[in-house]
């Protein structure tokens, strides 16, 4: 049978197949899409992976704040291996303009290990030395200088050498506020960056001796130096934030896609349904021939899978492309240029899905057609209204179950993708029956008495009608697009507005307690009516959680508290833009044991509750502490916020700085900024602005990145229109066969369609608009505890888009149907 099968399969598929094309393009634009975002992340990743050394510096880096390594501990350091030191601090550069933050990096002459340090054609020496600075182009466009000339840094006079072409661990030195300069540590004493209490770290970056494992090693030092404040990160560890940012936003866009490919899967059921449709006469004759329902079902079996088995072909092999289109158009935009690879693994997730997609989707059509008797074949119908049998029900149960097991078992963060899952199957759920009772609440409206509107009406609620399927697909892509234009407007118009006015102008940093008069002068020359924010901040790490170290806890992925030194501050009463949630805050003149205070959500991240017992290592030192109370504060406006907050009294009598906050107006920004460099200048002033431009960029390519693939669902979702229109062309095709002779003209017959789909375009613009605002607004209030401000505009411009598209297409089916003549058409029905 299955040799029959496969021949009248084949012979049928080279004369007709082409009614199978809208199978193949919905699952060529969901593989891609999957294929594509699952290639690129895994490309980056690898990238990061394979340079893992180069941008660590070494195979293994310990790493301490606030001070530099001793004696001793520099020679444990040097038996593992070649050792070199970086100290990392801030310092502000002025060539004449005012003062510019810099991330300022001492180097010694061993750095660096791995990797080649390169600067610009045109440079004095190959590096800098005493009184000499290399410097990124970008502070030298800023400053207006130019390689030789010299520039105030901090306390010194210095040159520049050089501009920087390649830093190798740039990218793994993390997050910093200002452009890299680079000195040598002689250098660095003549900058005065490094006071008492200033804020900076030592790296010590070692290239193992051959035969030693990195992470042994590190804990191997960690623990003959007990309570000293290292913290060890390996070649692996280099990138550890920007990968896990990296694979959270892969692992959101790949839920994204995989919604593209359930929107495209509802078009696979259309196209199928079309196809079968166009199939009903060679049905019938191979039934009448004795033909039985299992070699019926291998034909088609047989056409539908080859037909997407070449679309998901195809999409897996523009997918894998993606990461050489990216780097080729985009490739600026990328923290890492991706490693270009064939990545197996994405492809065969991607291949896997759309297989089973397909075969969801399909398999009902299929067995509606299969079951049907030849007579009622022979009536040009494929069994509406059949119910489905238990074998069916069956198939279809494994194949959801197979979908749901690999989503969440390829997830990154399975709990995520089996939330998305089971929301995405309530959404879908939630249209379908929206759809099915917009079909059954328009059959029982009263006929309206124009009859073209009445014909229109008619044509979205009688039997064979696409109405609900077409509220699935479309409702499904565009709510996601509108809930994305929701969710993107909100958060910038938070950024652009409601931040800035809420934000100060700048945050000193290694403000010394003696110098806060001075700094308070400095400030109310230029502005007697600045406000000043001062509290006392300290660097400082969690080392145990009732009583249990840090090393042995199974950290969730939103415990950022737990990562890296944290810091500090005391206070007597209760911050500003901070409130008390949970517990009580000690009394002003509190002098007993040792109390603290955590942010309520960092406290839900690590199981933290009222009474519970912290341990926080300070410079070295364990500070055992009781949680008093939890607190929720308002991140938005970039002031001084502090995630642990103790008690006064025991933690006072650690060394510490000042943090400043600046509240002026925007017009004496530089004016501030140089009265304070000229009376302190080892004081680092951070304009709040730069950090806001700074976010905005990562914002604007998440946004980008989001917005692409939400495209790719959007698209799914036309497709499936057409697909839509496609199934009941031959309907369409009766009734303005029908029309005409009853003496309806082509125009008539186009204006029922048109008001049909401009119906049809505003019910599922109001459903958007209703589910895709309501997801933006959970996302928006409930993730990112952000006031709701989408902009309208945008989302009606969204909508407008859809409707228009979906009118259109409607439209051009329309052109298409009206071409039939009457007696051509009803010799072919």
Request: glycine share 10%.
């Amino acid at each position: 049978m299955i040799g029959v099968a496969w021949r009248l399969a084949w012979r049928d598929l080279r004369r007709g197949g082409q009614g199978l094309w809208l199978l193949a393009l919905c699952l060529f634009l969901g593989s891609a899409a999957l294929a594509g975002i699952g290639s690129l992340s895994a490309s980056v990743l690898a990238a990061l992976d394979e340079g893992g050394r180069a941008m660590l510096g070494g195979d293994l880096e310990m790493t301490v704040s606030q001070r530099r390594a001793s004696v001793e501990e520099g020679a444990a350091f040097a038996q593992a291996g070649r050792v070199s030191e970086v100290v990392q601090t801030r310092a502000m550069a002025d060539a004449g303009r005012g003062p510019v933050l810099v991330d300022l990096r001492a180097v010694d002459a061993k750095w660096p290990l791995v990797g080649q340090f390169r600067l610009t054609p045109g440079a004095l020496a190959a590096r800098p030395k005493g009184a000499q600075i290399a410097v990124a182009p970008a502070l030298a466009d800023r400053l207006g200088v130019r390689v030789g000339q010299r520039l105030r840094v901090g306390r010194a006079d210095v040159q520049i050498i050089g501009l920087i072409a390649d830093e190798p661990d740039r990218l793994g030195a993390g997050f910093a506020l200002g452009p890299p300069v680079l000195v040598d540590p002689a250098g660095l004493d003549l900058i005065g960056a490094i006071q008492p209490g200033s804020l900076y770290q030592s790296h010590y970056r070692i290239a193992l001796r051959p035969g030693i494992a990195a992470r042994a090693t590190g804990r191997r030092l960690t623990d003959r130096f007990p309570g000293a404040g290292w913290a060890t990160r390996t070649a692996g560890d280099a990138a550890g934030g920007l990968k896990r940012g990296l694979a959270q936003l892969g692992q959101f866009l790949l839920l994204v896609g995989l919604a593209s490919l359930a929107v495209a899967g509802v078009g696979v059921g259309s196209g199928v349904s079309a196809y079968l449709a166009g199939k009903t006469r060679m049905i019938a004759t191979l039934k009448v021939l004795g033909a039985r329902s299992p070699l019926i079902a291998a034909v088609f079996l047989g056409q539908i899978g080859a037909v997407a088995a070449l679309g998901i072909a195809l999409g897996l092999v523009v997918g894998a492309c993606v990461p050489v289109l990216v780097a080729q158009v985009a490739g600026s935009a990328l923290p890492v240029s991706p490693r270009l690879a064939i990545y197996p693994a994405p492809l065969l997730t991607a291949a896997a899905l759309a297989a089973s997609v397909a075969m969801l989707f399909a398999l009902p059509a299929l067995a509606r057609a299969r079951r049907v008797p030849a007579a009622t074949l022979l009536r040009d119908t494929v069994g509406v209204g059949a119910r489905p049998s238990w074998r069916l029900i069956a198939v279809v149960t494994l194949l959801v179950a197979a979908l749901v097991g690999i989503a969440v078992l390829t997830a990154s963060d399975a709990y995520l993708a089996l939330g998305f899952v089971g929301a995405a199957a309530a959404l879908v759920a939630l249209l379908w029956l929206v759809g099915v009772l917009l079909r059954h609440g328009l059959a029982r409206l009263p006929r309206p008495r124009p009859p073209l509107l009445r014909l229109a009406l008619a044509n979205l609620h009688r039997p064979g009608a696409q109405t609900d399927r077409l509220v699935v697909a479309l409702g499904l892509g565009f709510s996601l697009f509108v809930a994305m234009t929701t969710i993107n407007t909100s958060l910038s118009a938070e950024l652009a507005s409601t931040v800035p006015a809420k934000a100060p102008r700048f945050l000193a940093l290694d403000l010394q307690p003696e110098d806060a008069p001075s700094f308070r002068t400095a400030v109310a020359a230029v502005d007697r009516h600045a406000r000043i924010e001062a509290v006392p901040s300290l660097r400082g790490s969690i080392s145990a959680i009732k009583g249990v170290p840090v090393a042995q806890l199974r950290a969730r992925s939103d415990s950022w508290v737990l990562r890296g030194d944290r810091t500090l501050t005391w206070s007597a009463t209760v911050p500003p833009r901070n409130q008390v949630v949970a517990g009580r805050w000690w009394p002003q003149d509190y002098r007993g044991p040792p109390l603290v205070s955590i942010e309520d959500r960092a406290a839900t991240a690590l199981g933290i509750r009222i009474g519970d017992t912290i341990t926080v290592s300070v410079l070295g030192v364990e500070v055992p502490a009781r949680v008093a109370a939890l607190r929720k504060i308002d991140w938005s406006g970039l002031g001084l916020n502090f995630a642990i907050v103790f008690s006064p009294g025991y933690i006072e009598e650690a060394p510490h700085t000042l943090l400043a906050s600046v509240y002026a107006r925007p017009t004496d920004d530089g004016a501030i900024a140089r009265q304070v460099g000229a009376a302190l200048p080892s004081v680092t002033l951070v304009r709040v602005g730069d950090i806001i431009g700074q976010v905005g960029q990562v914002l604007a390519q998440v946004a980008l990145a989001v917005r692409a693939a939400a495209a790719a669902t959007v698209a799914a979702g036309l497709a499936v229109l057409v697909g839509a229109v496609a199934a009941t062309t031959r309907a369409r095709r009766y009734d303005s066969v029908v029309l005409k002779l009853l003496g309806a003209r082509a125009r008539q017959v186009l204006t029922v369609q048109t008001i049909e789909y401009l119906l049809l375009s505003v019910l599922l613009a109001a459903i958007a608009l209703v589910i895709g605002a309501g997801a933006g607004w959970i996302v928006v209030t409930r993730v990112f505890n952000q006031p709701w401000a989408p902009d309208w505009a945008a989302v009606t411009a969204v909508i407008g888009t859809a409707c228009a598209v979906t009118l259109g297409i409607g439209l051009l089916s329309g052109v298409s149907v009206l071409r039939a003549r009457p007696a051509q058409a009803l010799r072919s029905l």
